[in-house]
């Protein structure tokens, strides 16, 4: 998806502002949305990939001025009420609920005792690579060329390389495949390279001197030779 | 708080709680999950494992080959088992800055929590187009004739940088070379810098 | 410039949403900007390319929730304020006073007779022909690539249509250029032709079948041979 | 107003009028000028001079050859004089879609003030990559074996699509026709419809 959130390349957003002594959390509610956002992906509600694509799908201007946990909360919501675990009108009566108690804990919303939780994994995120007798096309070395690929859906091969000639670096093994995974469909594991690319290669004639980058991308995004 | 936090959703609050008092009353949050995220990242205020393993590296050839080469088993040594960490080595010819353009992979094991603007659009956007001029304004000159690598972290794979000892640290020792490793350095957008001279 | 008015083949922005009757104006003030525009460029204040990029360099998240014409005050302002015409503390001045008083109409904030105007040019947005020397290089049916440049300043080619061949369609004469009359850089007038891309070419495997786009380019966009 | 005005801020009217009264008192600005564009487009009720020449080209084959090559003359037949124009032709084999991708660039003298949702992002973002898809969900089917011709105006050339008769206007003539022709048909993201049956 060649949404906002695909950065790479963008101009126009400003110097860095970095905060000194910046706080763990700016806010309570920041840590509860990691938290949700663990609880969901631990016990299987939601895998990584769904995630991310869940927050490339907010509206694009408040992608853009949001904070990293707002995007969070958004993303987290929105594949929840997807999924069904959470129905849009029982949060909308829960939200005015605490609009209108803002003393309120979270508990103090809840029906009925606390049930068991079911068992989590909290390795989730990491949990991407895949023993399967699959042979990478590549070594280190190899010329590719990434695919001139514009996709709707969820893809991890940033719009500023398409289409861009670079040189196989590392083999990585083989990794679960986010562009199916998040739209389930499977995690269809593949392997994995980080590919390296002159700048002038991306940017052309406006890149600095003596730069390149690495990305890490999958087999399926990448055509044999860089001609 | 800047353009970091420009405009915080005023109902942001009673939406997390919303949610919040859902997952717990279908099981799906555990109720002490917020208070240990907290306890979690808010009293972690040891030296990150980041640091401890570059310093160690620094003091220790056997080990900085191990880290560069097998990062798994170097960070065992420090009771961490994380498997997808690529560690990037600067040298005179080489300086590395670690990204994700497309949204704030980071390597949390041996970093922490990633500060606000390594998240942010303005970060995010120029590091792989212009990351000489980026580094300029964030303070950390790279000679020209060094080559600039960007990692843009857009898999599960996490990229850490070990940065280059400063001169002027022959004397120390490894544990007191882990309070000059900051996180800029390991991300990238700074260098190790000697200790300051001692006030008097 | 890179920046997210640049919006060919980006995604996310939901579907068109037609306004039934919609009116000449939603409000009166949105008239005002565009007597204002006009007069600022009628008068050799700015010249449109100066303007467009005085819009491109608004906030990206304010950009794309605003409306058309709170983006052309924005950008009419930062000109404006750029180029001495109203100083930055006189208009913080004026805004105050229109904020204290909102039944208030413009005149009534202004100071001493209204002095006479200088002389217009109400054709100043098409005026940008210019009959030159310049015998272009290419004629219709020559192939071509667009280069691959991600300037930092104004250009008029979009960051979709970068190294991308095409085939000359129309050639339309010799016109001002943007890249450089945005930045004070003078016309540098140019030949202007009417390109042809096929849609596979732009979009790769994405692309709809049987389209083609033809996008405006200037000569020093262009670079000779589709290769 | 919907997503098409999602957010005006409120402190627009006061800095609209801040502006306005510093350029009145600065001479750039004429006493009348507000008034007049209000006048000029909110009175401007009559066809648009891009429906009446598209009416003449339909029933004068002579007219619609100085239309498509030459419209500069073909618009001075309606006292306008306007050198920019491009007019592109839908026919059996091709369809045409005008945009503007970078701002909102639009044929102001022939069509008058754009609509909201051709100066909007979802308009501006697909009309290049997926105007089939777009055009579906805008109503118009395009025949998959008609070429879409967008048009991207990336300069201060102008476009208009001349739009194809529609069957069963055999017996109309040129006044008859140019209510027919709406602004949306010389956008290309409508047909021209036949007028429909009168009603009992």
Redesign the interface.
Known sequence: MDGV???????G???????EN?P??????E??????M???GA?G?FN?DEF?HG?ERMDPAHY?????Y?KW?DG??RI?VEKG??GAD??AA??A???RH?A?????????P?????PANPGW??D??RETDATPRFKPGDAVRTREMHPRGHT???R?ARGKRGVIHRY?GV?VF?DTNAHGGGEQPQP?Y?VRFD?RE??GE?????????????ESYLLAGGA | ?????????P?????????????????????D??D???QR??N?TGPMVGARAVAKAWTDPDYRRLLLTDSRAALRYFDLD???L?VVENTEAVHNLVVC????CYPWPVL??P???Y????????A???????LG??GLTVD??????????????RYMVLPQRPAGTEGLGEHALIPLITRDALIGVAEVRPPAPATR
Chains 1, 3 share one sequence.
């Not at chain 1, 959130?5 to 101009?11: I, R």
């Open positions: 959130h695909d950065l790479g390349g963008m101009q957003f400003g110097p860095v502002e970095r905060e910046e763990v959390f700016h806010a309570a509610w840590a509860a949305v990691l938290a949700i663990r609880a969901g016990r509600i990584i991310r927050i853009l001025r949001a904070t990293y707002e909360l987290v919501t929840l675990v959470v029982e949060l829960r939200r609920f605490f609009e803002p309120a804990r979270p508990t103090d919303a809840v029906r009925g606390l049930p068991a939780r079911v995120v990491q991407v690579i991890r091969l940033p500023y990585h990794h986010p994995l980080s700048a991306l940017w406006s890149a600095e001197p003596n730069q390149v980058v690495h990305i890490d991308l999958w | 708080m800047g353009k970091n936090h420009p405009n915080v959703d109902y942001v609050v009673s939406r997390v709680r919303a949610l919040e008092s859902l997952l717990l009353e279908k099981g799906i949050l555990a109720p999950a917020v240990r995220v907290i990242y808010e972690d994380y498997a997808m690529m353009t497309l949204c704030s922490g929590l500060p606000t603007w998240k942010m659009p303005a970060y995010r956007s120029r792989v187009s212009e990351p000489r001029a980026l304004e964030m020209p004739r060094r080559e600039i690598r960007v990692w843009d972290s857009s898999a599960e794979m």
